[in-house]
């Protein structure tokens, strides 16, 4: 990897974990949600659908999907692959026996590359490079990966952090590749949430999540996600499994950990409350979530390189908080806002991100500068 490029992916390298932070801390509330069964489907109701939908990670299918994203992200060496399928068209095809054993294609323009998970091993396999990568290690927070938005996975994951202040109605069904389906809308309750709506519909049948849509406050679509082609059952076992590769190169990397990666340090204790909003769920090594339901934002703290590094990066397409003590900078990009602050004289600083209006993620800065957690010594 050649200096510029390490300097550039590290610089970055908080920005990518706030982007990780959006799309897998969801996933805990998601995770935890009650199941429902079937029934007489005319009496589902709203909120029944979407316990089916976050119930049917079991459900068995085959075919391929299409999302595309809005966020606008920056071009980053190393994080392409992030940034494009954020921000951008992602085709993939998928194979799902069950939440531990998958497959999921990237499909280009030149190839595809296949992201295997058979029983708690995740392989990689580049067709166009005949490369074949086993990944070790499970992270706590990673960066998103096209499979998180194929649209079971990311229906799975925005439904989970619905709340019971937010709206849920029923949307007209239609057609999602062959497949007769039911809609659901959520509006969040709450007017700090950037997400206007997320709707999804999903097959009548099992529950899953065959097309969903997130809207922000200001009527745009920041991610959309559906099947074009779906075949209900169960897919080939040779299919989703992992490729021996004969005379392809094979390599072993371990999972990024965006945690160990952006925060080298503990003993910072976060506040109780910020903006108005109640901790929540303490995600991990130092990371806390504020709010509930789609309303929610989290904090993380830096070390001081990296606080030094991401402010730089992000300056010229931010904007200056101007907030007493210290210097706080702001990105929106669609539903997604960001902060990176740091105080004076401090050597360390956060990086505050959510799903939530930027007046909300200001008046969190502003309370981390005017009063820092114990814990954050230079």
């Known amino acids: 990897m050649s200096v510029v490029t390490r300097t550039a992916r590290l610089r970055w390298a908080a920005v990518a974990a706030g982007v990780g932070l959006i799309v897998c801390v969801p996933a805990v509330t998601a995770a935890i949600a009650g199941r429902a069964g079937g029934g007489d489907d005319a009496a589902t109701t709203p909120r029944e659908w979407?316990?089916?939908?976050?119930?049917?990670?079991?459900?068995?299918?085959?075919?391929?999907?299409?999302?595309?994203?809005?966020?606008?992200?920056?071009?980053?060496?190393?994080?392409?692959?992030?940034?494009?399928?954020?921000?951008?068209?992602?085709?993939?095809?998928?194979?799902?026996?069950?939440?531990?054993?998958?497959?999921?294609?990237?499909?280009?323009?030149?190839?595809?590359?296949?992201?295997?998970?058979?029983?708690?091993?995740?392989?990689?396999?580049?067709?166009?490079?005949?490369?074949?990568?086993?990944?070790?290690?499970?992270?706590?927070?990673?960066?998103?990966?096209?499979?998180?938005?194929?649209?079971p996975q990311a229906a799975r994951r925005l439904l989970g952090g619905v709340g019971p202040g937010d709206e849920?109605?029923?949307?007209?069904?239609?057609?999602?590749?062959?497949?007769?389906?039911?809609?659901v809308r959520v509006v969040p309750g709450d007017p700090r949430s950037t997400i206007g709506r997320l709707d999804v519909w999903l097959d009548r049948g099992s529950g899953l999540p065959v097309r969903v849509d997130v809207v922000d406050d200001a009527g745009a679509t920041s991610l959309s996600s559906r099947f074009t082609d779906l075949d209900l059952g169960a897919p080939d076992p040779a299919a989703i499994r992992p490729p021996t590769a004969p005379g392809a190169a094979h390599d072993t990397t371990t999972a990024p950990d965006l945690v160990s990666q952006i925060q080298r340090f503990r003993g910072v204790r976060l506040p109780g409350s910020l903006a108005g909003l109640p901790s929540g769920e303490f995600v991990t090594g130092g990371i806390v979530t504020y709010g509930s339901g789609l309303t929610r934002f989290a904090v993380q703290p830096l070390t001081g390189r990296l606080t030094e590094s991401a402010l730089d990066a992000v300056r010229a397409g931010s904007r200056d908080l101007e907030l007493p003590g210290g210097e706080a900078r702001l990105v929106t990009s669609g539903a997604v806002s960001l902060v990176i602050l740091r105080g004076d004289g401090a050597r360390r600083g956060y990086l505050v991100t959510g799903l939530v209006t930027p007046d909300v993620l200001t008046a969190a800065a502003g309370s981390l500068l005017a009063d820092p957690p114990p814990g954050q010594r230079g």
């Open 50 to 151: 979407v316990a089916r939908a976050l119930g049917s990670a079991r459900v068995p299918y085959t075919g391929l999907a299409e999302s595309r994203g809005s966020l606008g992200l920056p071009d980053v060496p190393e994080l392409e692959s992030v940034v494009r399928q954020l921000g951008d068209v992602t085709r993939t095809r998928v194979w799902w026996a069950g939440p531990a054993t998958s497959r999921v294609d990237v499909v280009t323009p030149t190839g595809e590359q296949g992201i295997y998970d058979a029983g708690g091993r995740t392989v990689l396999w580049d067709y166009e490079r005949a490369r074949l990568t086993d990944v070790l290690g499970d992270p706590p927070l990673r960066l998103p990966r096209p499979d998180d938005l194929v649209p």
């Open 168 to 183: 849920v109605t029923a949307l007209p069904g239609q057609r999602v590749a062959g497949v007769a389906t039911a809609g």
